[in-house]
């Protein structure tokens, strides 16, 4: 669900008008070629009229569009030196559909990719650089219920609610998940660094055909209209979010068919649902970060596996310390993971039906194209060369 050409040609403005200054009720005005009417309820830029996108309350004008989410936050307190973006709220739909009301500078990157599953539920892979601390003042315009998880990270992020017991913070950590509801919550987004997130956002009585023994905080945060959960994590949902990130990002698994992407995000929800009441067991920050170092070099060249050894010394730590909290963190084996990848990017490789199974195998480090076929059977149950004639 793209922006339409007229959204798209107006985007940099939207942010001059959201933060004009009141003059009169009822009063015209015009500025940048464009006009508004406060409280009418209409704007335009040059012959494009939108409706329904403006409410205001005391000191500030609204801009709304199409619902969306993606959870609101505030941190000036938790990272020194952040840049305000404006005095007045974002609509998280507008940034959902279009990240250029942002204004990032020169030097942040941010990357919103989505994908409607059905009716009242959408999935949204948010990948960001921010060379500087960036505070993103945000107003949650959507009726929707987030399921949303950090599968990378490098730096540092938060999210401060306004008006609720005063105001409550919470840090944004890599390789743990948040259940958000909170229609019409407005607070600050800052984050300094890199952060990849995946979220499954679902209108709730979507979620309750889905499941029907909601209880708990779920259930009645779902009811109050203010849920906040956070602190879901383990190796299956981070390993299920991974995927999911792969096939929006077009990475290894870019030739998955829709219905494999909704399945993997129905696994999602249904994960974040089990995990609602269990405590987090993951490991200390600290090896987090280890063990994603770890993991970006053993992935870094799929022809040839580094050691054992060389991986441990990339941790600091001893052979057996590394296998075990590898697996503790991604739910699978050193090598497990390694041949995933590997036969992830066999499959995209056969699939755009340019190379030979024999060329791919070669590619991927195989001496012999009999093992490497082998291999492929094993993981997805049909030849490497079946696959590339049905290519």
Known sequence: MAASVADCAWAGRAMDIASVDRDSAGREGSR????WKW????IAVGRTAIAGLIRMDDNDLHLYFYPDPIIPARIGSTLPGARPMSSGLIPLSRVVMDTSVLRLGPGNVCRITRMPLQDGAELVYWRSAF???MDIPLQDDSDYVHFSFNSRMDGRAACHFDGWEGGREFAVREGTGTISYGPGRRGHYCQEGCLDNVTVMVRPDVLRHWSHDLEGDLASGLASAACFLHGHGGAELRG???QLAQGLAGEGAASRHGLWMQAQSLLLVGLFLESCGRPLAGLPVAMQRRMARVHEHLL?????????????READVSVPTLARAFRRHYGRSIYDCFQHERMQQARAQLLRGRLSVA?????LGYSNPSHFSAAFRKQFGVNPSALRRGS
């Open 240 to 242: 299920t979010a991974h």
């Open 32 to 35: 940048m070629g464009a006009f």
């Open 300 to 312: 870094a060249d799929l022809s040839r596996a580094p050691s054992l050894e060389a991986l441990a």
């Open 131 to 133: 060379r500087e601390a």
């Open 359 to 363: 060329h791919v195998a070669t590619d």
């Open 39 to 42: 409280g009418v309820g209409t």
